[in-house]
């Protein structure tokens, strides 16, 4: 049995209903690993991106004993077009938060973690310190738990980002997103070339870095080319190339649907610009695969 990502149709970008391609369906997930974790979640009523964020690899990943974790709240400062997490004034940062996701993790028998949150431009330290504190917890935890960081760019405040380096986790991840012509308009707040320093900052700490972008959203393939050349410029380890699929009507639309074919073309691209792994496939996403990038 298949099940569709979200359903079998979306907007494109002038207001036309059209069906989703085949290759955009995935098997509902199964297997001992996915029933044992699914029943832990359900059991404890513990929260994962994999789930609020309806991603279509949740049963391959929790089968793999991987799992995704927001923190820092579930309201973000920016409004970036592509995102389906609520904009607005966040509340007041949890310092139990931590706690909580390492519990989370030791409860799930999690063996590769990724953490990401929302954007907290609020904070004096964007949010950082709760960051350091996750980790800290976690190892604490489960010392035998590996960790992938999915972080914000800190608004180019870089002592920030500096903590974050000081914690050392396994893999930092930060995502470009889209390429430099449209940033404007799929990150709103963002700046292509302060994402490319945050890695650079990364690479300079030691860190295995990470980036990803999401294809579809009206990009050229030679603007893509760049962006894989940007990244591989500035030293980034991992790449992950996926489709965009519109999470409601009230966000950016799709202009196409990329194939795996071109996919393949742009992953193979990648490997020969030096990158350690390159995941790119129309149902990629940030934490897919995650654990086999720890090198």
């Avoid at 579930?74 to 139990?96: H, M, Q, W, Y």
Wanted: net charge positive; charged share 25%.
């Amino acid at each position: 049995m298949e099940l569709s990502v979200k359903d079998k149709e979306t907007t494109n970008k002038s207001g036309v209903r059209i069906k989703k391609p085949s290759w955009l369906r995935v098997k509902l997930p199964t297997g001992e690993n996915y029933k044992k974790v699914r029943g832990l979640v359900d059991e404890h009523k513990l929260h994962t991106i994999c789930e609020s964020g309806n991603c279509p690899n949740m049963g391959e990943c929790w089968g793999e004993g991987t799992a995704t974790f927001m923190i820092l709240g579930n309201i973000c400062t920016r409004s970036c077009g592509f995102c389906a997490v609520t904009t607005g004034k966040p509340l007041e940062a949890d310092i139990f938060e931590p706690a909580k996701v390492a519990q989370s993790i030791q409860l799930m028998k999690i063996k590769h973690a990724v953490i990401t949150s929302v954007d907290r431009d609020d904070l004096k330290d964007g949010g950082a310190s709760i960051w350091v504190a996750t980790v800290k917890s976690i190892r604490r935890k489960s010392p035998g738990t590996t960790m992938e960081t999915l972080i914000p760019d800190f608004g180019g405040h870089w002592e920030n980002l500096a903590e974050i380096i000081k914690v050392g986790p396994e893999v930092v991840s930060h995502n470009l997103e889209t390429v430099r012509r449209l940033t404007k308009q799929v990150r709103i707040q963002a700046k292509y070339d302060r994402s490319l320093e945050v890695l650079v900052r990364l690479k300079k700490g030691g860190m295995k870095t990470k980036s990803g972008i999401m294809l579809g959203l009206g990009e050229t393939e030679a603007e893509v080319y760049e962006t894989i050349d940007d990244l591989s410029n500035v030293g980034c380890d991992i790449l992950t190339m996926g489709q965009y699929l519109q999470p409601t009507p009230k966000h950016l639309p799709i202009v196409e649907f990329v194939t795996p074919e071109q996919f393949d073309t742009y992953r193979e691209y990648a490997l020969k610009k030096g990158f350690r792994f390159v995941e790119s496939g129309p149902l990629v996403r940030s934490s897919y695969h995650a654990e086999k990038h720890l090198f």
